[in-house]
C-alpha cells in the first residue's frame, strides 16, 4: 500500500491550491484521512480530517479558508486551500487509516505520504 501527497507549489498570497492524496495497492477500505502540516522549526499540526463517511473537522487557524473532500471510488483525499496566507507555508502530509486483509483477516494500519511543500509569499 502506498499514499502519494501532491499539488504542493510557491504562490502568492491570498492565491489557492489543491492538494491530492491517493491511496494505491490492495486495499479493503479506507477509513479516516487526514492532512497534517510541519513548519520550520514547529510541530507536525492536524490541519482536517475526514471520515469514511464524509463528516470533517478544521483546525481553528483553517475553518472557512481550507475544505477536505475524498473520491472512495479512488482511494484519493482532497485539501483545497484557498486565500493562503503566509503562515500556511509548510510541508503538508497525509495520513490515511487503511483495511487490509492480512492472513485473511482485516486489519487497520495508519500509512504517511511523502510530503509536498506548500510556499505561500507575501
Known amino acids: 500500500v502506498q499514499l502519494q501527497a501532491s499539488g504542493g507549489a510557491l504562490v502568492q498570497a491570498g492565491e489557492s491550491l489543491r492538494l491530492s492524496c491517493a491511496a494505491s495497492g490492495t486495499i479493503f477500505s479506507v477509513n479516516g484521512m487526514d492532512w497534517y502540516r510541519q513548519a520550520p522549526g514547529k510541530q507536525r499540526e492536524l490541519v482536517a480530517t475526514i471520515t469514511s463517511g464524509g463528516s470533517t473537522k478544521y483546525v481553528d487557524s483553517v475553518k472557512g479558508r481550507f475544505t477536505i473532500s475524498r473520491d472512495n471510488a479512488k482511494n484519493t483525499a482532497y485539501l483545497q486551500m484557498n486565500s493562503l496566507k503566509p503562515e500556511d507555508t509548510a510541508v503538508y502530509y497525509c495520513?490515511?487509516?487503511?483495511?487490509?486483509?492480512?492472513?485473511?483477516?482485516?486489519?487497520?494500519?495508519?500509512?504517511w505520504g511523502q510530503g509536498t511543500q506548500v510556499t505561500v509569499s507575501s
Open positions: 495520513n490515511a487509516q487503511i483495511v487490509v486483509i492480512t492472513n485473511g483477516n482485516p486489519l487497520q494500519y495508519s500509512y
